[in-house]
């Protein structure tokens, strides 16, 4: 079946960088649009960055300059390079289709940033 795992998350002070990766198993990763999405306690889930089998990338405004999102369709990995780090990108973050399908979303990730 499918599965997405996330890994990479921890705790870093702001001015930071993490690399987070998502690896995904059961779905054809390589020919679907891939994203992040965050998740801060008490808040909506939210698009942080997409990219598309071609690699053409979108990102959220707040993130816009200070994450990358790549894809290796060889690996069927996801990446989200991330610089820069602020308080407010604390959350879960979590991968998963563009548009997402509801019943793929996997564990997630922790993300703490620290000031």
Known sequence: QVQLVESGGGLVQAGGSLRLSCEASGISGSINAMGWYRQAPGKQRVMVATVTSGGMTVYADSVK??????????????????????????AVYYCNRVPFVYDYWGQGTQVTVSS
């Not at 300059?65 to 390079?81: C, E, H, M, P, W």
């Open 65 to 90: 300059g200070r994450f990358t999102i790549s894809r290796d369709n060889a690996k069927n990995t996801v990446y989200l390079q991330m610089n820069n780090l602020k308080p407010e990108d604390t």
